[in-house]
């Protein structure tokens, strides 16, 4: 399940999935964030109700697409008055799952671990990374963004210990299966790779696999596209 990766897609992550929301269209969650985003910043100028027609032009999207995003949520609207902000923004928000707390471990503290490891929106959005693992003894023992590096070989017992459902997988690909099969056997049932790699997991397991190329390839055929015009 390839995906384009974006700032919105890390908000989004995959508690959705965790949530079992796997009928709402991958669109939809992708533009549920940025709607949240857009609220919180009306909410915080005093407005008190926002119609599809204003959301919809903020993004220079369809009010009726619009619409049928937040119908998703379950969030009432009122006719000529359109929905109140707040309220929205927390249907929204507990749609999402970013009213929990998911906690996640991370796997190989490279240069894309680390920048996970010290992206702190992640809070915001229901996901805590406790700790992360990685196979160079030069790192385990160490702390990176206040999280603390363990070996491979302890990753059973604390993630059991702390209760995690979540993996973010971050190593080369070549390690990406192995990397996958030890967070199963250790208990996660939810994997986040970022391993440029596809990899197999049994039925019941949730996967979402983050690909910065596809989203690389999208914007440079863009600018080519646009150039020549």
């Not at 009928?23 to 407005?47: A, D, F, I, M, W």
């Amino acid at each position: 399940m390839g995906d384009n990766f974006s700032t919105y897609d890390i908000k989004r992550m995959i508690v959705m999935k965790v949530k079992g929301s796997l009928s709402v269209s991958r669109s939809t969650l992708k533009r549920l964030p940025l709607y949240l985003h857009l609220l919180e910043n009306l909410h915080s100028q005093g407005q008190i109700n926002v119609s599809c027609t204003q959301i919809a032009k903020e993004f220079d999207f369809d009010p009726t697409l619009v619409r049928k995003d937040i119908e998703v949520t379950g969030e009432v609207g009122t006719a000529r008055i359109g929905f109140r902000v707040a309220s929205l923004v927390g249907r929204i928000k507990e749609f999402l799952g970013w009213n929990s707390v998911h906690n996640a471990v991370l796997v190989g503290v490279g240069n894309m671990g680390k920048a996970l490891l010290g992206y702190r929106d992640f809070e915001y959005s229901g996901l805590n990374i406790l700790a992360a693992f990685d196979s160079d003894t030069a790192k385990t023992g160490t702390k990176i963004f206040g999280k603390q590096v363990f070996s491979l070989g302890s990753m059973p017992k604390i993630v059991q210990r702390m209760n995690i459902t979540v993996g973010i997988v971050t190593v080369p690909a070549k390690y990406a299966q192995s990397t996958v099969d030890i967070l199963l056997k250790s208990g996660i049932r939810a994997i986040w790779n970022f391993a440029p790699a596809p990899v197999r997991i049994p039925e019941g397991v949730i996967l979402e696999n983050a690909r910065l190329t596809q989203s690389l390839a999208v914007l440079t055929n863009n600018l080519i596209s646009k150039s020549r015009k």
